[in-house]
C-alpha cells in the first residue's frame, strides 16, 4: 500500500523544517515543490525561468506546470513506496487532480500546520537557507553558530528572494484565497490532522511524529479518492 503524507500550511508555518525530520525518521523522501523550482531555477532550466517570475512575485506557478513536476517527481522508484510532500497541493484544482491520481487504498494523512500570520512574518523575516545543502535556520530561533554559516554543512546561508516583507503579504494573501481552503477538502475526506505550529520545532515534531505513529498503528484510514 502506498502511504502518502501531505504537509499543508501557510508560507513559513514550518513545512520545510518538519517534513525534513519527518522524512529521516519514516525513511519517506521529502518531495517540495518549491525546493523542485529552486533546483530548476539554479540549473537555468526553461521550467526555473518560468517559475522564476511568479515565485519572486509571491504567486503561485499555474497549476497545469505544478502537476507535470510533481507527477513526473513522485514517478520515480523511490516514492513507489510513499513520499512526503511539502508545498503541494496548494489549490483545490492541484488537490482534485492529485486525488484522482491516487490508487484506490492508498494509505493519506494530512496534516495541517497552524500558525497565525503574525508568526509567519517574524519567521520569513529572519529565515536563512543554505546555498549548499538547503539546511533551513533562522537569525533569531535557530542562530548559526558562525554568522552567515550553514551549522550542517559549512555552506552560505542566505536569504530567500521571496523572503521580502512586501513579497510575504503576497504569498499569505494568496494563501489564505487558494490554499486555506484545503484544510476544508481533506477535513471532508476524513484524513486531516490539525497541529499546532506555533510551538519549539522540537514540541512540533514530537507532536508530527506521534501523531504520525498513532496513525500508522491504526493502520490508518484509506483516502476517500
Ligand atoms: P515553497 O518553497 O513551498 O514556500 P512556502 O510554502 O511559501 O513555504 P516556505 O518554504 O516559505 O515555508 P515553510 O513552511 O517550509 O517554513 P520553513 O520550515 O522554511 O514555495 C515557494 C514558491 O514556489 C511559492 O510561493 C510558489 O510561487 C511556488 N510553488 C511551490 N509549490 C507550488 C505549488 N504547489 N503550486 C504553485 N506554486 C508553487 O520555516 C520558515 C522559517 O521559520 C525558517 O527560518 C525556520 O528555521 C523557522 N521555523 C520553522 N519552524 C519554526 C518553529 N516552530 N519555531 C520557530 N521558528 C521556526
Known sequence: MVFVVILLGAPGAGKGTQAERLAQRSSLPH???????????????ELGKTAKTYM?????????????MLFDRVAQPDCHEGYLLDGFPRTLPQAEA???????????VVFNLAVSDAT???????????????????????????????DRCGGELHQRADDRPEVVRERLSVYHAETAPL???????????????????????????????????????????
Not at 518531495?31 to 532550466?45: P, Q, W, Y
Not at 519572486?56 to 497549476?63: M, T
Not at 491520481?101 to 494509505?107: F, R, V, Y
Open 98 to 108: 492529485f486525488d484522482s491520481k491516487l490508487d484506490a487504498g492508498t494509505n493519506l
Open 56 to 68: 519572486e512575485a509571491g504567486n503561485l506557478v499555474p497549476d497545469e506546470i505544478v502537476l507535470g
Open 120 to 150: 509567519i512574518v517574524k519567521r520569513a523575516a529572519g529565515r536563512l537557507l543554505c546555498k549548499a545543502c538547503g539546511n533551513i535556520q533562522h537569525a533569531e530561533f535557530s542562530p548559526p553558530k558562525k554568522d552567515g554559516v550553514c
Open 183 to 225: 484544510v476544508r477538502h481533506y477535513e471532508n475526506k476524513g484524513v486531516l490532522v490539525s497541529i499546532d505550529g506555533e510551538r519549539a520545532p522540537d514540541e512540533v515534531f514530537q507532536d508530527l511524529d506521534s501523531r504520525l505513529e498513532e496513525h500508522c498503528q491504526e493502520g490508518g484510514p484509506e483516502a476517500r479518492v
Open 31 to 45: 518531495v517540495s515543490t518549491g525546493d523542485l523550482f529552486r533546483a530548476n531555477l539554479s540549473e537555468g532550466t
